[in-house]
């Protein structure tokens, strides 16, 4: 038996072109690792606190936060959590995308 696309409506998802995947160290515009990382840095420089310290509070190295606030790691839930204690923020409103400048000025 053969399926025809059109008549169940999949006509339009088989014509759509494929995508690259992005490569695995490069952060995705709007990607969850990406709003994360750039909300966790506002939230750590509100805190008045270096990544180095952060890392220190946190018990991860300071290359692995600057990995997280550039969107490169794969962070896990528990660690995501374990940084947003530490910065006093929830995890849902690191995860949140914010309108305008997400990161403060250099």
């Not at 794969?74 to 204690?85: D, G, K, P, W």
């Amino acid at each position: 038996m053969y399926c025809n696309l059109e008549t169940l409506g999949c006509d339009r998802m088989a014509r759509r072109p494929l995508r690259e995947p992005p490569k695995s160290d490069e952060p995705i515009p709007d990607d969850l690792r990406t709003v994360f990382g750039q909300n966790l840095r506002a939230a750590r420089v509100k805190a008045g606190l270096t990544q180095a310290q952060l890392a220190e509070r946190t018990g991860l190295t300071q290359q692995y936060v600057s990995w997280v606030e550039a969107g490169r790691a794969n962070i896990t839930l528990a660690t995501m959590t374990t940084l947003a204690r530490v910065v006093r923020e929830d995890v849902r409103e690191l995860l949140r995308k914010r309108h305008g400048r997400t990161t403060p000025p250099r």
